[in-house]
Every structure is written in structure tokens, then in C-alpha cells.
């Protein structure tokens, strides 16, 4: 393993313990870029939510999977081809999963945002595709 991989890791579990619990105070509010996931444990069947980077689309949300989709939350949400989404203090049923490339997925995000992931190297993004008038209150 590469010392960039063991620092990447490093920094992943870190942010799993301690940054998201504070983010996910944040995320789901009014403003900001962060969504609230809520979803299910694909073999413990435990709830979980984990902020992530989101931005809304026409028909659901483009997120940066800024460690990859070999997180276990993302894992979650494709095995079970969905969960839900709070973004800006409203709830979204997602009921598909769509991977991009880096190219298409940064398109979505507006630009000093855009420039904050290029310059990460945040090469993996999903399309989550929201459910036709399941929006929750």
C-alpha cells in the first residue's frame, strides 16, 4: 500500500468518526452544499446517515463520492437502489443509482466547487435519481 493510500485511509476513518458526526449537525439545513444520507446497512440492516456533497439536478442529485464508491455507505445505497436524501431542510426518496466519470459528474457542481474537487482529484460521482412526487415534508 502506498503511503498516499495509507494517508487517504487515515484521513477517511478519521472523518468517519469525528468530521461527519459534526457535518451531520450541518447537513440537510437550509444552505451549503451538504445532504444528509439516510441509509440502511446492507447486511446489518442498522439506519445510518452520512453527509456527503450534493447538488440538486433536475431529477434527483449529483454527489462526489470523495472516497471512492468502495465506502460503505455508498455500497449501502447501491444495494439497496436507493435511500433518502435531506437537502436544504427537505426530505427526497431515491429510488435509483447512476455512476458517473469525473468529467460528467463536475459538470453539475457550480465552480468554486467544481475547483475545490478538481484540485482533490474526486474522480468518482453518482447520479441519485429522485422518485417522481415522493418528496416528504
Known sequence: M???RRIKDRVRVFNKYVTNPILGRLAGKRRGPFALVKHVGR???KPYQTPIIAVPVADGFVIAL????????YRNVVAANGCRIVWHAREYVIDGVEPLDAESGLAF???????VLRFNRIRDYARLKRQV???LP
Not at 109 to 115: D, G, K, M, T, V
Open 2 to 4: 502506498t503511503l498516499g
Open 43 to 45: 447486511r446489518s440492516g
Open 66 to 73: 470523495t472516497y471512492g464508491p468502495r465506502v460503505d455507505w
Open 109 to 115: 457542481f457550480p465552480h468554486p466547487l467544481r475547483s
Open 133 to 135: 412526487g415522493k418528496s
